[in-house]
């Protein structure tokens, strides 16, 4: 029985070599891809994949909040992050959502087979290259100090990204159909959760925790 395969990532480029790599690999299919974490919920409601590879930061809704809401309104889906990040921040973000599986983007192609085989098996997989050291610390350093994010509602964590991706309180006030003075409630109740009082301390903050990167 053939793997089908959803394929979510911002970069056309990346999309098109990851889709090349999966057609070399018996019993999986490509059935369809997608820019944003939005696009790939339509599409895996349309198609109806057994996986989704999912970019981790994606611009509009990324890989991690696509991930929750895959959760919930597709839970037949297996989902594998696949990222240039390493840090145990954002595997952990990923896993915690409800990803099965994270795998770097520079890893051999033997290992994204790999781990597609053992993610559909229901296995959580990981990439050789992370320390399930450092990954065990992290747990214990959130166990003991909380993680500030699970407090924030979803419509805050969208805003939240959609604010470090250099949306002014308009922009975000049109994609979201808000009016600019929700948007600038939940901007200061975002400051208030987190103890972060300004702009540049925001998108600090969501890079760090993986809503976002540097490069977006």
Known sequence: MNIRVLLADDHALVRSGIHSLLRTMPGIQVVAEA??????????????????????????????EAVRHFRARCPAVRLLMLSMYSSEEYVMQALNAGASGYLLKDSASHELEKAIRQVMQGQRYLDSFLSPQ????????????????????????????????????KEIAYRLNLSGKTVETHRAQLMDRLDIHDVPGLVRYAIRIGLTTAEK
């Not at 944003?36 to 809704?61: F, S």
């Not at 924030?152 to 969208?158: C, G, H, S, V, Y």
């Open 35 to 64: 820019a944003d974490g939005a696009a790939a919920l339509m599409e895996a409601e349309t198609h109806k994949p057994d996986l989704a590879i999912l970019d981790i930061a994606m611009k509009g809704m990324n890989g991690i």
């Open 134 to 169: 450092a990954l065990e610390q992290y747990m214990r350093r959130v166990a003991e100090k909380g993680s500030n994010i699970e407090i924030l509602t979803p419509r805050q964590r969208q805003i939240l990204q959609l604010i470090a991706e250099g949306d002014n309180t």
